[in-house]
T-cell receptor, first 113, second 113 residues
Framework: SQTIHQWPATLVQPVGSPLSLECTVE??????LYWYRQAAGRGLQLLFYSVGIGQISSEVPQNLSASRPQDRQFILSSKKLLLSDSGFYLC????????????FGQGTRLTVV | DQQVKQNSPSLSVQEGRISILNCDYTNSMFDYFLWYKKYPAEGPTFLIS?????DKNEDGRFTVFLNKSAKHLSLHIVPSQPGDSAVYFCAASEGNAGNMLTFGGGTRLMVKP
């Protein structure tokens, strides 16, 4: 069966520090991968998606970037965090097929102080 | 502009009664609709979905209804149980967009014993 791992679960970082969140998927090949963010009291916003190694599409302009160095690895990064980057970050995967669901990791609670 | 809206931020229901969660969308290109359930500090878990070619899909206690002309869908939970207490997100996608989901803001359901 397929599983998705995301770490760390919680992270407190000072403003201006770098960020690296990692997500890996097991049990499937060539998944579509996604990074979402849930700001406090709000819905989930799609940040990045990837349909293959090295292929990254950004949905919203921001202080973050994403990379996919391996087929089942997706990384969310920032060179310098802002207070507004605080939120709950979720990695998800899907087959990319027509009318199929996405499956989410456990999320990372990021607090920028 | 929010393409998927959940206008009720919270809903309180007595155990054993029906819970009805509502969702409206504006993008007529959406043809696949999903409901996710989310507990605090966890990732959303897929609950049930419906394709635009159907107007009803049932899975145990959960039924999703789709009214395409009104661009409205609803999730019915019967009977409601205390373990159903969570935040429920409505999501939608265009069939050719893989698993790229547009989410509503969520509805917090509280089922009282």
């Amino acid at each position: 069966s397929q599983t998705i791992h995301q770490w760390p679960a919680t992270l407190v970082q000072p403003v201006g520090s770098p960020l690296s969140l990692e997500c890996t998927v097991e049990g499937t090949s060539n998944p579509n991968l996604y990074w979402y963010r849930q700001a406090a009291g709000r819905g989930l916003q799609l940040l990045f998606y990837s349909v293959g190694i090295g292929q990254i599409s950004s949905e919203v302009p921001q202080n973050l970037s994403a990379s996919r160095p391996q087929d089942r690895q997706f990384i969310l990064s920032s060179k310098k965090l802002l207070l507004s980057d605080s939120g709950f970050y979720l990695c998800a995967w899907g087959t990319g097929g027509w009318n199929t669901e996405a499956f989410f990791g456990q999320g990372t609670r990021l607090t920028v102080v | 502009d929010q393409q998927v809206k959940q206008n009720s931020p919270s809903l309180s229901v007595q155990e054993g009664r029906i819970s009805i969660l509502n969702c409206d969308y504006t993008n007529s290109m959406f043809d696949y609709f999903l409901w996710y359930k989310k507990y605090p500090a966890e990732g959303p878990t897929f609950l049930i979905s419906i394709s635009s070619i159907k107007d009803k899909n049932e899975d145990g206690r959960f039924t999703v209804f789709l009214n395409k002309s009104a661009k409205h869908l609803s999730l019915h939970i019967v009977p409601s149980q205390p373990g159903d207490s969570a935040v429920y997100f409505c999501a939608a996608s265009e069939g050719n967009a893989g698993n790229m989901l547009t989410f509503g803001g969520g509805t917090r359901l509280m089922v009282k014993p």
